[in-house]
């Protein structure tokens, strides 16, 4: 199994909406990736507490592939394309870290 783990920091307002708006918005259109996307096997995507630190991500998505195969499926996909579009217009920072467990 492959883990697919993602942080964003957030613009505190983008395309005329708030960090935390953005970050429902983008909550909202990664999770429905479950349904669009057949080789995603299960997803988290989770927003920070209101009053964190400044230098910490906004937030998290975690995500489970059978294979590395599918990772990139995934990431080619036009639904998560989609949804990526919109983050990259939100974000000001992003790390990343896949893993095989």
């Not at 970050?23 to 964190?52: C, F, T, Y």
């Not at 906004?58 to 919109?86: G, I, M, R, S």
Request: net charge negative; glycine share 2%.
């Amino acid at each position: 199994m492959i883990k697919h783990v993602v942080f964003f920091r957030l613009a505190d307002e983008a395309e005329g909406k708030t960090k935390l708006e953005n970050a429902h918005l983008i909550q909202q259109g990664l999770m429905s990736l479950l349904d669009k996307v057949p080789v995603l096997r299960s997803e988290r995507v989770g927003i920070n507490i209101p009053n964190a630190k400044k230098t910490d991500y906004d937030l998290c998505l975690e995500c489970e592939f059978d294979t590395w195969e599918d990772v990139d499926t995934y990431q080619n996909h036009p639904e998560h394309l989609k949804v990526a579009a919109y983050i990259t217009k939100c974000r000001t920072a992003r790390a990343a870290v896949d893993y095989e467990f």
